[in-house]
């Protein structure tokens, strides 16, 4: 009879760095801040923590969907993060009609 292999997983809430970058140690200025370019092609740099816990109903895709599963995480906090990132935008005129300086009266 064949035993199976035991996985132990933390379903804890986890909390890590925004600008970490499990895939390279050196990138966002070697995990300190998070750099991002709004719509209006504006930079901006992000400090923060990401709060995860993985979920018990995708258990199964952590441990064997996912071959890294923290990178996953990452990506999809990017992507949400590129929706949201607020768009600095021109005033938009008023559409009320302006009042016309009088014509100067003929001679």
Known sequence: MAVGKVHKVNIA??????AHDPENALAN??????EAVTKDQLNTGLTG???????????YAYLFGVKQP?????GYFVSVLRERMPISR?????????????LPAAP
């Open 70 to 74: 923290i990178v996953h995480v990452m």
């Open 13 to 18: 809430t986890q909390t890590m760095n925004m």
């Open 29 to 34: 200025q070697a995990g300190t801040i998070l």
């Open 49 to 59: 923590q990401i709060r995860y816990r993985v979920s018990e109903r995708n258990l």
């Open 90 to 102: 021109p005033r938009r005129q008023s559409h009320r009609p302006m009042n016309p300086r009088p």
